[in-house]
């Protein structure tokens, strides 16, 4: 079956980086858009990022542009999100999804928090 299994969160201080990282099984990777969304306590879960097959076009949301890098290596089945200069409006829980705007699947997240 499908999986997607997020890594790389953590506790940061702000202007810190994080190197989130999604792998993915159960379907043929390479064919699928993949996205990075997020969701801070309170709040609905916001589309971040977005990347389609072979890495030819990325996307993000405005509020990361310039700080957040997509990636993906479909020789390993994974989609990356690099982030830098963290804020603490970046802290929430960071799921991977397999499509862009009405994801097929879900990852079970991974938690980013940013506080001095």
């Known amino acids: 079956q499908v999986q997607l299994v997020e890594s790389g969160g953590g506790m940061v201080q702000p202007g810190g980086s994080l190197r989130l990282s999604c792998a993915a099984s159960g379907f043929d990777f390479s064919d699928y858009v993949m996205s990075w969304y997020r969701q801070a306590p309170g709040k609905q879960r916001e589309w971040v990022a977005a990347?389609?097959?072979?890495?030819?076009?990325?996307r993000l949301v405005d509020s990361v542009k310039g700080r957040f890098t997509i990636s993906r290596d479909d020789a390993k089945n994974t989609v990356y999100l690099q982030m830098n200069s963290l804020k603490p409006e970046d802290t929430a829980l960071y799921y991977c999804a397999r499509g862009s705007r009405d994801p097929l699947n879900w990852g079970q997240g991974t938690q980013v928090t940013v506080s001095s």
């Open positions: 990347i389609t097959s072979a890495g030819v076009v990325t």
